[in-house]
């Protein structure tokens, strides 16, 4: 029996953007583009074009298009609740890109709504449908009992990659609310239902282009004696990408997203050309993971299983995003807030 595509909307035509309509164009036939939104008309029209779509300036006026049946939000942090909040009301299944709110009573809010809509809200955390994730996440039980992990994520933007970067403040937060939830929902993905008991936040900004920090250091501890640390950073030229899992039979280690090895012994290597030099910045092909994110939501839209952080799941990590960011505040607020004197 022939399954007919998903028509989809897409809200927000900036820089992620393209990312994800290499992904549409990819799953064709899967999923259909209805429209583009976009408060530049221009961009929307230029997004729209290819698949031949309609563009529009306004996301009221673009949800009441028909053949629409799922909404893919893309647009700056700020928008996303908002956006994704009138979507669920017009009976549209909603992937937001993360983070999924800005707020934890935000993010459930927008739970509680999809649920009682009956509608799928998914989180955009792309990294977890790699290969090298999926495997981990399978071969979980074979390592032996998990004791602890060790993230460490740092890439270089040499100031706002977007306008509205320069605008976010040491309350709403940079790289902990931009990059921070990629590590985070990893972390929270292999500790299961479980979130920390404990944490402690270090943070600072050493660049001048914005207001918010730029490097964090963030300390967990979990139930049943489990800890986690979190490096993130966007002062790095050397992209370092690796995640650390000790359990008690031994280590698993995976690089720049897309190598896995157990105690030394490789279980997943990257296909060719994914990784053409994962040191720098673009070094590293990373279209697969929109792609296969975009798969396991339409398996979520189509009612099969899938691996998409759904409802309350993608929910708590909002929660732990607020209390992340109080923490940073609360014992570095002036290491955020002090100029920094050196050039970049």
Request: aromatic share 6%; charged share 20%; glycine share 8%.
């Amino acid at each position: 029996m022939k399954t007919e595509p998903i028509g989809l909307a897409l809200v927000g035509c900036g820089r992620i953007s393209a990312a994800h309509l290499s992904a549409v164009a990819e799953l064709d036939p899967a999923f259909r583009l209805v429209v583009t939104v976009d408060p530049d008309l221009t961009a929307a029209q230029a997004a729209a074009e290819p698949f031949g779509a309609s563009a529009f300036a306004d996301v009221p006026k673009a949800l009441a298009q028909p053949g629409i049946d799922a909404v893919l939000i893309a647009s700056p942090n700020g928008m996303h609740f908002e956006q994704a909040r009138m979507a669920i009301a017009a009976g549209k299944h909603v992937l937001v890109e993360k983070p999924l709110a800005e707020t934890g009573a935000q993010a459930l809010q927008l739970s509680e709504a999809a649920a009682a809509a009956g509608v799928i809200l998914a989180a955009g955390h792309t990294f977890r449908h790699g290969a090298a994730v999926r495997t981990l996440m399978e071969r979980l039980p074979d390592f032996g009992k998990l004791l602890s992990i060790e993230v460490s994520q740092c890439v270089f933007w040499d100031g706002p990659q977007a306008p509205w970067w320069a605008e976010r403040t040491p309350e709403d937060g940079l790289i902990l609310s931009l990059f921070a939830p990629h590590a985070l929902d990893f972390v929270q993905l292999v500790m299961g239902a479980a979130d920390p008991l404990r944490m402690h936040v270090e943070a600072a900004r050493h660049q001048t282009g914005w207001q918010a920090e730029d490097e964090a250091m963030m300390l967990f501890a979990y139930p049943d004696r489990k800890m986690a640390t979190v490096h993130i950073s966007y002062n790095q030229p050397h992209v370092h990408d690796r995640k650390t899992l000790f359990f008690d039979k031994g280590v698993v280690v995976i690089e720049d997203g897309e190598l896995l090895r157990w105690n030394g012994e490789s279980l997943v290597e990257p296909a060719a050309g994914v990784l053409t030099d994962s040191s720098k910045m673009g070094g590293r092909d990373l279209s697969h993971y929109f792609s296969a994110q975009l798969s396991e939501f339409a398996k979520a839209v189509r009612g099969e299983s899938h691996c998409c952080p759904t409802g309350h799941d993608s929910a708590r990590l909002i929660e732990l995003l607020d209390r992340v960011r109080e923490q940073a505040l609360l014992n570095s607020g002036d290491a955020i807030r002090a100029q920094s004197e050196e050039k970049n």
